[in-house]
């Protein structure tokens, strides 16, 4: 049987398992189902009946004085909004115009515009429609605070000045005291703030009357809003607001269970240690254990999106958030929340997985939980504030970046870039936890779970030494390392210095520190012996010519394929700006001090770290091929641009290849060297530019290189893969142990 029948094996026992455990039904099944229609239908509804209920009641207003209790009454009796044929919902402006003019119908049902949210609707509703009023005198003014506050009276009134009549000029200064914790209270004084609203709209208009002015006379500037977001866009704004926070918490929520039972169950059953002693490796058992959390996981996250998607076009839920208004909420956007839900599924699963294993229980496995659940809170609570933009650190922060983008994909932005670079970090997230789980699963110290025996995993002194690091430590290291990188690099790019010389060296420090220094760190502290684990052994002949090979071609055809992909994939006006930029500064810096920050630092360090840690542990469990491929599309994930990400991943794959055949980092090293230092000095005057021109080099308008250039570039490039596949393959031991030195 080989490796993936038995994987097939597990995860089909595992998940069987699994979905007899009504727990897990429940909280994949049930939850989304039935609570999401109850929960989010039932509340809404719930506030709509409580508001017309509030709208309904009477309400107490305390004055101070009888001359204003009986000033009051008639204000309210005589409101426009009260009398026969006025509708709690027409605006307040168009019913100062028609009770003005005597246009007031008693059929007459206007459309309801407001896209406020419940709560501020129900307000503005009142001031519409105000509620009946009882008015009551209180002749003690320090008695009306704490009237208003024990709720005997809902708002109080105090008129500091002569009531406002048509004859007059003055200005009447109404105070409205209110308790601002009180429902009641607060719709109170909304409905008196409306009519008072339309008495000063009558009484403006007499007085110029009066005055025989027009209307335009006190209104020298009519400002009028007009919105140009479709009915898709407003009601993907409204669903953004809140789906995108319960779609991540219900999307670990599905895979807590099983990565529960599947740990700490399994232990509490006293069924782990036999299973650990079955004839099967255990990186098999953990695929396995690991397929059926993230498929669990999956599955719950896709059960909510339906759900969600069904309360909202069935339910209508749509009807209920835009209050009637012409909103459209865009079911079609929902597939591809589900496409970048799915990395983001695969990472938790790994995780809980990862933080499961070291319970010995299942009450304490969800102790465990907890702390994660509140590490994913956070950082998507940012994702759902206001403003915030997929751009910058937030592009590759977890959770964070998933948030925003579900945003923004309701909300009709689908920026194809954005959705690739989440969904590229999240994935090398959702590795990195995987290889962790991998490594944890099945140790001795998390297979006991006591206190004593967790501590050998983290002490340096209890590391065995090998040749090469693990495919957890390899993974997990890639993974910090590219989000320190992308932050650093952000904020050189944030200080304005773009091409200075202290920009080049910012760069070269962030390279030092985070591709050199730390594998290096990350080596010596897990006992992993650096010659073999960086490959630092001297390199053959033939690995010498298979690196010029590549060196002196592969930025010719790098070349041309940025002129070729530009028909297809054009690079934004911004980043040619900052290009041009960076050039513009660099033809003014020594073409040495180029050399030095684009070609030798850059050719030392990433393959210090990709072609040397990375590569070397990743080879323990991938294998050849796989471990190649994987680490050249991470080397050019982290260069941070959809434009190079083809032409630096095939570069990367082409100096794994050296390393691996040749067994030696040094021929990757000399053909980065060659193919970034020949790039930047073949532009220069001062440079390689008039030799190359003397050998019939050039571009063309387009900026292609000479054919002929190319063919040879290509033969050069060609030659060298075959002198890679022409040496033997040779199988390097994936782990040696020696004895503890004394």
Known sequence: MNRLSRINTIWRKELLDTLRDRRTLIAMILVPIVLYPAMILGSLQGFELQVSKLQQEEYTVAVLAEPVRAWLRHVIDTDPARQPGATEDMPAEEL???????????????????????????????????PDYNIEVIKDPNQLAARILDGSVHVGLVLTSPPPTADGTDTAEVVLYLDQTEIRSQMAASGLDGIFQ????????????REQLDESFVIPVAVQQETVA?????????????????????????????????????RERGTLETLMVAPVPTVDLIAGKFVVVALIGMLSAALNLISIGGTVYLGGLGQLLSRGGDVVIPIGALPWVLVVLIPLAVMFSALLLAVCSFARSFKEAQNYVMPVMVAVLIPATVGVLPGMRLEGPLLVMPVTNITILTRDLFTGRFDIVAILWVTLSTTLYAGAAVAVAAKLFGQEAVLFADSGSIKTI?????????????????LLLMAAVFSLNFFLQQALLGGGEVGTLEYWLGIASVLILLFLLVPLGAAWYSRVRITPAFSLRG????????????????????????????????????????FELMVARLNDTSPWAMVFFMALVPAFCEEFFFRGYALSGSRRTLGKWPAILLVGFAFGVFHFSIHRLVVTSVLGVLFGLLVVQFRSIWPAVLAHLLNNGIFVLATREDGLRPALEGLG?????????????????GALTLAGFLLCMLVPDRRVATVTDVPEET
């Open 96 to 130: 100062v115009e028609k009770a003005a003019a005597g246009e007031l119908a008693e059929d007459e049902e206007p459309e309801l515009t407001d896209k406020a949210s419940p709560g501020e609707a129900a307000q503005a509703g009142v001031r519409r429609a105000p």
């Open 458 to 474: 983290f002490q340096r002194r209890f590391f065995k030494r090998s040749d090469s690091p693990g495919t957890a430590q390899a």
């Open 198 to 209: 339309r008495v000063a709209d009558d009484l403006l208009r007499q007085r110029l009357k």
């Open 230 to 266: 479709t009915p898709e866009r407003v009601g993907g704004s409204i669903l953004g607001q809140i789906v995108p926070l319960i779609l991540i918490v219900m999307t670990i929520t599905g895979a807590i269970y099983p990565a529960i039972d599947l740990t700490a169950g399994e």
């Open 697 to 713: 080099y050039g571009v063309n308008d387009d900026g292609l290189p000479h054919t002929p250039w190319i063919i040879a570039a």
């Open 539 to 578: 390199p053959p002949l033939m690995g010498i010519l298979a690196a010029l090979c590549f060196g002196l071609s592969t930025w010719i055809l790098a070349q041309a394929w940025a002129v070729f992909q530009r028909d297809w994939l054009p690079m934004p006006l911004q980043m040619e700006q900052l």
